[in-house]
Structure formats: structure tokens, C-alpha cells
Nanobody, 125 residues
Framework: QVQLVESGGGLVQPGESLRLSCAAS????????MGWYRQGPGKQRELVAT???????NYGDSVKGRFTISRDNVKNTVYLQMNTLKPEDTAVYYC???????????????????WGKGTLVTVAS
């Protein structure tokens, strides 16, 4: 089984920074893409940022220039550095992964849409 566990959420004031982490564990062979999505109150889940195993990144328009995604391929961990936070960044942030895992016979199998349970980020004065 594969698990994604987010951490680092909390309450911050506008303009402040926060760093989220997401660690993937279990029978992982390799991870293709890791990413962050968020769902604010009364809103649909939206893309925040993704990063490939080679380091290529993609950002949602609302966070470009303020958020930075990075990953540690050895630790199977993805990070999200969030700067200049705004009240509209308030949301539950979810980690997502597209990966290969080892099945019961030890063979690598492709798995998509692994999600963590989310971590709440609240930006308020």
C-alpha cells in the first residue's frame, strides 16, 4: 500500500510564509509526478503546483511567483514553499502522486491519483 501524508499547515497572517511537506511511503518503486492541489471553502479543488521526477514544474495562475514546489526523490517527499500568503489562499491542501509501486510479486505497477488526507492552511489577520 502507498500512503501520502501532508504536514505543515496552520494559521498565518496575510503576507507571511508557510512550508508544506508531503511524504510518500509504502511499496514505492518510483514516483513520476508529485503535486499539490487545494480546495477552499465553497470552491472546487484546483491545481496549485506539480513537479516531475526530473524537476519540471507547473503552477496554477493564482500562485505563480509566490509559491515554489520542490521534491526530494530520495525521501519521496514533495514540498510547497508558500510566500506572501493571501486570505484567498485559505484552503485544505492535498498532496497527489502518480507513481509506480511494487505489487505482491515485486513487479512495478503504475498507479495514479494517490491522495493524502490534506492539511488546512488558514490565512487571516
Amino acid at each position: 500500500q502507498v500512503q501520502l501524508v501532508e504536514s505543515g499547515g496552520g494559521l498565518v497572517q496575510p503576507g507571511e510564509s508557510l512550508r508544506l511537506s508531503c511524504a510518500a511511503s509504502g511499496s514505492i518503486f518510483s514516483i513520476n509526478v508529485m503535486g499539490w492541489y487545494r480546495q477552499g471553502p465553497g470552491k472546487q479543488r484546483e491545481l496549485v503546483a506539480t513537479i516531475t521526477s526530473g524537476g519540471y514544474t507547473n503552477y496554477g495562475d493564482s500562485v505563480k511567483g509566490r509559491f515554489t514546489i520542490s521534491r526530494d526523490n530520495v525521501k519521496n517527499t514533495v514540498y510547497l514553499q508558500m510566500n506572501t500568503l493571501k486570505p484567498e489562499d485559505t484552503a485544505v491542501y492535498y498532496c497527489n502522486a502518480d507513481l509506480y509501486f511494487r505489487d505482491s510479486s515485486g513487479q512495478p505497477r503504475h498507479g495514479t491519483d494517490y491522495w493524502g488526507k490534506g492539511t488546512l492552511v488558514t490565512v487571516a489577520s
